[in-house]
């Protein structure tokens, strides 16, 4: 992966050396789960200040809603947490149906929900995006701004590699795709900095 | 219910279920003191049990069955392992007091009551295999029966098993008082059901 070097003040974002910025009339969102996407199984191990819990996550994709489904699970079943995405514009959002009492800390929701919302690139309508070029390779990188957040999703020639979010000045979170087909990622860790947390996710192929 | 001693309940997870139970015409039990004696004098004669188990995580919202298998030993007093075979390894030992996780080839031992978050889920482990909730002021107990199973239906009274558990049901056959299955019904309906098989016992 190239160096990676951001900065932000109150009125410039700097990113990948030697990048140029893209004039373009109309930028899509990066896209890590096709639309074609319907469910996948993941082994996870979830590090959260210290802890480490291990188990199985699903996530889900429901047509009806355009929501994505996204549960935890230990191997003995016991349910860590199950939360939504709603992706359309007029759904509410985000929605935590259950959390694990030992887990329900507004540090780890807000996490929880900022990783996954990343993850499924689901950011408010009026989000102002831009594209930046490298002068050789089939890099890009695309960056979203809502105002308070700042968002930075590299992607090699289609597939989206890495994404990093800025709240204010500080790293907040990021997440490396370190596998994927063509429709959804296989493996990928999710990082979140400022609650201290860790998500790593494994496809398993359950029968 | 402090007839009942630690671990009773493992020591009847002895499987035999290899028929249907009948889920309907479930009444009250009328002598709960006979029942509850039939279960010690069980537990006081088996030192060894060997089962085989077929857990199914029922996941209403999702409408998704994710199904484990396994085998499962215990051995007097308080020694367990509690192993998953597919669809990936792992297991949980009690032994001699320490409570060990094997997660592939990663292992870990710690303890227990040092980290709230891990002794929730061992409290559910023991939960699972142990049915020591009998013996725990923390459940309310209601016992019913039908021409096949006895069946003890467990209620959490402390908020926070309650926000884990609605119910844990036990199935018990009535011809050798075994656990044929456990089911663990969470708020909103979602469910763990565990069914034992092949059972191997001294």
């Not at chain 1, 759904?91 to 929900?113: P, Q, V």
């Not at chain 1, 009026?126 to 701004?145: G, N, R």
Request: aromatic letters at 12%; charged letters at 25%; hydrophobic letters at 40%.
């Amino acid at each position: 992966m190239i160096g990676f070097f951001l900065s932000i003040n109150s009125c410039s974002y700097k990113h990948y050396k030697g990048f140029t910025k893209v004039i373009a009339t109309e930028i899509s969102l990066p896209v890590i789960f096709d639309p074609t996407f319907k469910k996948a199984n993941y082994l996870t191990h979830l590090e959260v200040f210290g802890n480490q819990l291990s188990g199985i996550t699903i996530i889900k994709k429901v047509e009806q809603t355009n929501t994505f489904h996204v549960v935890f699970l230990s191997q003995i079943g016991i349910k860590y947490f199950d939360l939504e995405i709603a992706m359309n514009e007029e759904a509410e959002g985000f929605r935590m149906n259950y959390i694990m009492e030992s887990l329900n800390r507004d540090f780890i929701i807000n996490a929880l929900k900022a990783d996954f919302e990343l993850l499924f690139v689901k950011f408010n309508n009026d989000a102002q995006l831009q594209m930046y070029q490298h002068p050789q390779k089939e890099i890009k990188e695309i960056i979203i701004s809502d105002g308070k957040n700042l968002a930075s999703y590299i992607i090699d020639k289609k597939d989206v590699q890495s994404i990093s979010l800025k709240k204010g000045s500080s790293d907040h979170a990021s997440i490396i795709i370190k596998e994927l087909n063509t429709i959804y990622p296989r493996k990928f860790e999710m990082n979140n900095k400022k609650a201290r947390m860790k998500m790593i996710m494994n496809e398993i192929i359950l029968e | 219910m402090k007839l009942f001693k630690p671990l009773i309940f493992l020591f009847i997870i002895i499987g035999l279920s290899s028929f249907q139970k009948e889920q309907d015409d479930f009444h009250p039990i009328e002598d709960i003191d006979s029942f509850i004696k039939k279960i010690d004098l069980y537990a006081a004669v088996t030192n060894t049990i060997k089962s085989n188990f077929t857990q199914e995580k029922h996941l209403t919202m999702l409408e998704e069955v994710l199904v484990s298998e396994g085998h499962f030993i215990f051995q007097k007093e308080n020694n367990v392992l509690w192993e998953y075979k597919k669809p990936i390894d792992y297991a949980i030992i009690v032994f001699e007091g320490q409570f060990t996780i094997r997660d592939g080839n990663k292992v870990n031992a710690f303890d227990i009551q040092s980290n709230r978050m891990f002794r929730e889920i061992n409290n559910m482990i023991i939960t699972s295999v142990s049915g020591n909730f009998l013996d725990n002021p923390d459940f309310k107990s209601t016992y019913f029966e039908n021409n096949t199973f006895y069946l003890v239906k467990l209620s959490p009274l402390k908020q926070e098993v309650k926000n884990m558990l609605s119910t844990i049901e036990i199935y018990f056959n009535k011809n050798d008082i075994s656990v044929s299955e456990v089911k663990f019904i969470e708020p909103g309906d979602d469910f763990t059901l565990i069914q034992f098989s092949e059972t191997e016992f001294n």
